[in-house]
Structure formats: C-alpha cells, structure tokens
C-alpha cells in the first residue's frame, strides 16, 4: 500500500527502478553465481501477460530457468519456501538464495556463498549498518564478532538493540526447512485448538523474521554476513527514485553501456543517466544526474529533468521542467509546465543512515513528498505542480501544492 498509486498499475517488482524492472536486478546477480541452476519468484500475485512475458525475456537474457510460483493465499515471508519446499529443492541444491523482492543492493551473492562454504549453517543472512534511531525500523541482529553468529533478533524492535540491520536476503542449506517445517506443524496445531475442523487457513503463514530468526537466534544455526555496499528498502515511491540513483551509480561497474553519454548534437547529459533506446530525446534537453527514461518517451526541446523517473509512453513538451518525480505511464505534461517534488533523501553527514519509506499520508493528510502522476494524465501548458499525487486519467488546469487529486 505505501508503494499506491505506482502498483494499480503494475505489480510492485515489476516496477522500473533505472531503467529495468526492480527484480531484473536480483536476477541479474543471481545469474553471475557460478553453478546458479534455477530462479524461483514466489509470491500471491495473479499471473498475467506483463509477468509472463519479463519471464520469457529473463530466461532468454540469462540462459536459465526462471518460473513463477503462485501462493494460495498471502503465505509470509517463509510460507512460500515450506509451501514450496519440494520445488526449491528439486535437484538437490548445495544452497538456496532466498531475496526479498523490494530491497535495493549490490548483492554481494559470491561473498556470502564463499562464508557459507567455510562455515557451513543453516541461515546466513546479509547484515548491514544503521544508525541508532532508524535501527528501529528493521529487524535488529546482535552478533558474536568473533564468529558472527547470530546471539539474538528483534523485529523491529520498541528500544535499541543493536545497529546492525537484517537486508533481507538470506542464503539458506537445506537443512533450513526444517525449522520452517515445525513453525507450520505448531501453526496447525495451534489453530485445531481454535477449529476442530482441521481447516485453519493461518497454518501456512510462517514469518522468517518473527518465527524463525527471533526463535533460533543463540543456538549456533544462524550466521550473519556483514556488508558495507549499497543497501535500500524499495517501499515507497520515493524510495524508488534514490533506489533508482543507486543503481544509476553502480552501472558505472556493472552496465556502463546503459548510461547516457553525452555525443554532439545529443542531449546535454549531466551525471548518471538512463535512456531506453526506442526514447526521442531533443538535443536541447538537459537530463541529469540520476534520470531514468521509459520505452517510447518523448522529450521535447528544452526540457529539464533531474532526479526523476520517466515511465512509458510518457511525453513532455517543451521546456517543462521536472525535479525529484516520477511521471506516469502515458502522461503528457506541458509546454513551460514546472513538476517538483521534495527531496527525501538520507542524511549524506551520516554515513549510516537509511531511507525513511513513510506512508504518504499522516493524520488524513498529504505529507510534503516526491510527486507521483499516475498513468495518462494530462498537464496542460504552464502549469505548477508541488508535492502531489495525481491520479490516473486526469487532466489538470490550474497548479496544485501538497494536495491529492483523485
């Protein structure tokens, strides 16, 4: 829900995070894994042709298995892997990676699955850094530093425990199962005491967090792998555009041949850039840094773009001006338009500190965020526009700050 309105549109880890879809990086670093045999999405989301068609791309692009596994119901972040226990370790794998979808990282795999190999445990789980007060918002993990293992979790905890932080991706041995095996027999049993039917629809749902780390924590099953790369929760739209620079940046290592350069009579490219090659670009843009620009947008003459996300379909006259948003699938802003969001940014004094992904709203109102406009809206010429979220299928006339338009 804090992700509204950019997933009425498409499901969330299809969303466009510097030019390809949010998971397209995950698999991306699991494809460079050697003796990687199979990739396995889980999740409660109604396939469809957007879904089926990244999966015909992705097993073309990677040369390997990539399927789709639908849960009957919203299993949690381990229900799935027990539901699907026979799946995942079809094959007899050494290892399993298990990543959650909405996490943004240069996912250091091989680190973690050299840690493994030396020290082979049940659980490792990546670990990074936060400061004090934001530690609070992730699940905490105290460590042995001699060791590494895991001697206690919270989930996000009331009070500090520790700055350490779970990143959500995990590298699990088979033997890992079994743990979720017993919190599904225990759910069972709970809910027969509560449904002498047997039918409890809540036995399959198993927290990794809550169920299992927080419970085998101490017990020389769980090890953490800590890592001082690049590390973001993906949960709000604003969170998707310094996702989006994040990514940006790395491709300098891993893609420089996705970044923008700037060529005589081309654009004037400053910083990171993304373009998809179907885009049309005037020469008299200026983009950048951290733009990410969709398939088949067109960008007129003397437009401006910084910190921004162009989605699909997207046109934008001349001399609009757009900062710190992201512009919706289809839309059309303006002539001398002017779109700004504010910037949300972690503290660049503290070397620790995170991406608050707040909800949009708080108390019935409209917090001072990044500016989102959903799928074919129309902003005619000169208009203002700060701080708000435009639905789809609208066409606005006048300036709007800090408001929702529905």
């Known amino acids: 829900t804090r992700f509204r309105p950019l997933s009425f549109e498409v499901p969330k880890p299809l969303f466009p995070v510097a030019g390809v879809p949010m998971i397209q990086h995950h698999i991306e670093a699991c494809a460079q894994v050697p003796g990687m045999q199979e990739i396995l999405l889980i999740g409660f989301y109604q396939p469809d042709e957007p879904l089926t068609r990244f999966l015909e791309a992705a097993q073309q692009e990677f040369n390997l298995p990539v399927r789709y596994l639908q849960e009957f119901a919203p299993l949690g972040t381990g229900g799935g892997l027990y539901h699907f226990r026979d799946q995942i370790l079809a094959g007899s794998p050494e290892a399993f990676f298990v990543l959650n979808a909405d996490v943004c990282s240069d996912f250091p795999l091989n680190a973690m699955l050299d840690a493994h190999r030396r020290q082979p445990r049940p659980f490792l789980l990546l670990g990074t850094t936060a400061n004090r007060t934001q530690s609070l918002n992730y699940g905490c993990i105290v460590e042995n530093p001699q060791t590494h293992e895991v001697l206690h979790y919270v989930e996000k905890p009331s009070t500090f425990v520790s700055d350490i932080i779970n990143c959500g991706i995990y590298l699990f041995s088979p033997d890992a199962l079994k743990p979720l095996r017993d919190v599904f027999q225990r759910n069972q049993q709970d809910g027969q005491l509560e449904d002498s039917s047997g039918l409890w629809p809540g036995a399959g749902t198993i927290r990794l967090e809550q169920d299992v780390f927080s419970a085998l924590a101490g017990q020389g099953q769980i090890y953490v792998h800590l890592t001082d790369g690049i590390w973001s929760q993906i949960k709000s739209a604003g969170s998707a555009l310094y996702a989006s620079r ?85 839309s059309t802003v303006g002539r001398w338009a002017r779109v700004e969001g504010t910037p949300n940014d972690p503290n660049p004094n503290d070397p620790h500190a995170h991406m608050d992904s707040e909800s949009l709203f708080k108390d019935g109102k409209l917090l001072p965020a990044i500016t989102i406009l959903g799928c074919r809206v129309r902003i005619p010429a000169e208009v203002l526009i700060l701080n708000a979220i435009v639905l789809p299928h609208k066409e606005l006339s006048r300036s709007f700050t800090n408001q929702i338009i529905l």
């Open 246 to 330: 994040l990514y940006l940046s790395q491709y300098q290592l891993t893609h420089p041949e996705r970044l923008a350069r700037h060529s005589p009579g081309g654009p004037r490219i400053r910083g990171n850039v993304y373009i998809h090659p179907t885009a049309k670009v005037a020469p008299s843009a200026v983009l950048g840094p951290n733009v990410s620009i969709g398939e088949g947008v067109t960008v007129g003459e003397g437009v401006r773009l910084r910190e921004t996300i162009v989605l699909h379909g997207a046109a934008l006259q001349e001399h609009t001006c757009v900062l710190h948003s992201i512009v919706g699938w289809g």
